[in-house]
């Protein structure tokens, strides 16, 4: 199918993009920051730029889609709800919406196949002691009419044959979502439930989002609206206590509600409010959640693996990247198998050299040592091949290096016109609650070593008459 993606450079519009890509759809990413856009997503598309606020997208990017997933809107707890922040979460959603639909519908006098357009469980009364489904009444308030406008906008005038509402609860899942502002605390052992705990919330992992969303897509019986919410609702003061122990760490220490009123404002009833949402329509859809619960969630979200060498667990942070190379597989991996090539794509200052491996082709228990400056300081870097699949997946493991652990799966997916490579960094600091204080530091510069690997391998491909992107990959020059 071609299908058009609003939001696709979120917390949860990425990884959609990329499934979707991967089940073989041809996707139309609108975005107001193009360049930004195709390095977050990575997948081969058609990116076009496109302000909301403006009017309807380009005719060129709307004609002879088959459907649209609407994922578009400023983060509700991005900061606080000032008069101008609500105006721009509203209009983000709605005017944007009204923009959008207006523009398909102009461009296909035939209508399109399917219309997904996202909504959030904010649509229903809040601190109510009922448990609401599908049919639960519309609340009152700011996110209620919100969420009410944006469906009518979606509603109003729409092309599609089959249009789907999705009202999603919170989300979670690794670097972003709800549990980007809750870790810090939680990790230094001082996090536990808001106020007294007892209030509701209905939460969704972003893995099982992404999976309903695909499902969606395909599934013509699924129709109308649908609540996007593991099966049981949790109260804060349960989820405070599964966060913890996902963490290795206590949540005792309450949080006064007075002190995130004066911190956050109105923003503050995200956090307050109690909501006990379900879904019917899912299960008589026979959709079934991979995250049931939320401790196997949180779990997932923190990184909680057994990954290291001794079988035990660790809770690690994470690094996740995705490419597109228009090359067969056994080329790319011929590429990224090769150590010999990582001193061509790591950046200069880190004057990172393959010193010895252990055997030459590389196999299962390789062992490789580099040397490298982090930040000026010299060091040595050992690391192990757990597992070597070609062409399909290789890991290497730290044994000894700067970091506490050190966790690298790289896979290769053959898809249509070339190969799609997932990069998955798992990775623990050392120096323990000092390490979380330069986590930021260390995120951003394993950012920037990704960031620089791709410009450099875009100087090593050659691509005719298409200028070289991070989401249209071309050939790799290998050498042994």
């Not at 808001?194 to 019986?221: N, P």
């Not at 996007?228 to 005792?252: H, I, M, Q």
């Not at 079934?288 to 693996?305: I, K, S, T």
Request: hydrophobic share 40%.
């Amino acid at each position: 199918m071609r299908l058009l993606i609003t939001g696709a450079s979120g917390f949860v519009g990425t990884p959609l993009a990329r499934r979707l890509f991967l089940d073989g759809h041809e996707l139309i990413i609108l975005s107001r920051d193009v360049p930004r856009a195709r390095r977050q997503v990575g997948v081969k598309a058609t990116y076009v730029e496109w302000d909301p606020a403006t009017g309807p997208p380009p005719e060129s990017a709307t004609r002879g889609i088959d459907g649209v997933l609407n994922l578009m809107g400023e983060n509700l707890g991005a900061g606080r709800w000032t008069a101008e922040r609500k105006k721009a979460i509203y209009d983000s959603r709605v005017v944007g919406t009204d923009h959008l639909v207006a523009g398909v519908r102009e461009a296909n006098a035939n209508g399109i196949g399917v219309w997904i357009n996202f909504s959030a469980v904010g649509y229903y009364p809040v601190n109510d002691t009922r448990t609401f489904d599908e049919d639960g009444p519309a609340g009152d308030g700011f996110a209620a009419g919100v969420c009410a406008d944006w469906e009518t906008a979606a509603a109003r005038g729409n092309p599609a044959q089959r249009q789907v509402v999705l009202r999603v609860g919170t989300v979670i899942g690794a670097n972003g979502g709800a549990l980007d502002k809750l870790l810090p605390p939680f990790k230094a052992g001082v996090g536990g439930p808001v106020g007294s705990g007892r209030q509701m919330m209905s939460w969704i992992h972003r893995d099982d989002l992404v999976e309903l969303c695909a499902r969606c897509v395909s599934d013509t019986k699924m129709s109308g609206v649908y609540n996007a919410v593991a099966p049981e609702p949790v109260s804060n003061g349960d989820f405070s206590r599964a966060l913890g122990a996902a963490l290795g760490r206590p949540a005792l220490v309450p949080v006064p509600p007075v002190a995130l009123k004066l911190a956050l404002g109105e923003m503050v009833q995200l956090v307050l409010d109690s909501q006990s949402i379900v879904s019917s329509r899912l299960g008589d859809a026979g959709f079934v959640f991979r995250y049931g619960e939320p401790r196997a969630a949180l779990d997932e979200a923190v990184g909680r693996l057994a990954i290291g060498l001794n079988g035990k667990t660790h809770v690690c942070d994470r690094f996740e990247d995705f490419t597109f190379f228009n090359r067969p597989v056994e080329q790319v991996f011929e590429f990224f198998g090769n150590p010999r090539n990582l001193e061509k794509i790591t950046p200069d200052q880190l004057r990172f050299r393959v010193e010895a491996v252990s055997s030459e082709p590389v196999e299962v228990n390789t062992v490789i040592d580099y040397r490298l400056r982090l930040h000026g300081v010299p060091m040595k870097w050992k690391t192990l091949i757990r597992e070597w699949r070609p062409p399909q997946q290789f890991v290497d493991f730290q044994l000894k290096g700067p970091y506490r652990l050190w966790h690298h799966q790289h896979r290769f997916i053959p898809v249509a016109g070339g190969t799609a490579m997932l990069d998955r960094v798992d990775y623990r600091l050392p120096l323990g609650p000092l390490g979380g204080i330069v986590q930021p530091l260390v995120a951003r510069d394993v950012r920037r070593i990704f960031d620089h690997r791709h410009e450099t391998i875009l100087r090593l491909f050659d691509d005719g008459d298409n200028a070289p992107s991070a989401g249209d990959r071309s050939t790799i020059r290998a050498e042994p």
